[in-house]
């Protein structure tokens, strides 16, 4: 069975939704940091207001995660397929690769 057409997609409806909305606060956010920059601000504000940034973004990574950890890949998981799961656990071995890397 492949995950990225199963039915567990169709319960993310909220979960993206609200993701999106994040999405589109922080997009404002980015905005302001830029505005920040063609005024000149203090770049120890600008630096800070980044790190903010950066946390928004972090914490949605973390929830659409969790979302994917808690359908996919228990679908998988629990699947017949050998291949899938194997997939699937890769994905998530490359996402924390990913986030490790400098």
Known sequence: MDTHDSAA???????????????KTTEGHLRGIQRMLEEDAYCIDVIRQIQA??????????????????SCVITAVR????????????????????????
């Open 9 to 23: 997609h169709l319960h993310h409806g909220a979960h993206h939704e609200e993701a999106l909305r994040q999405l």
């Open 53 to 70: 940034a950066q946390a928004a973004l972090n914490k949605i990574s973390v929830q659409i995660l969790e979302e994917h950890l808690n």
């Open 79 to 102: 699947g017949e397929d050998p291949q899938e799961r194997e997939r699937v656990l890769k994905e998530i071995s490359d996402v924390f690769e990913a986030a490790t890397k400098v």
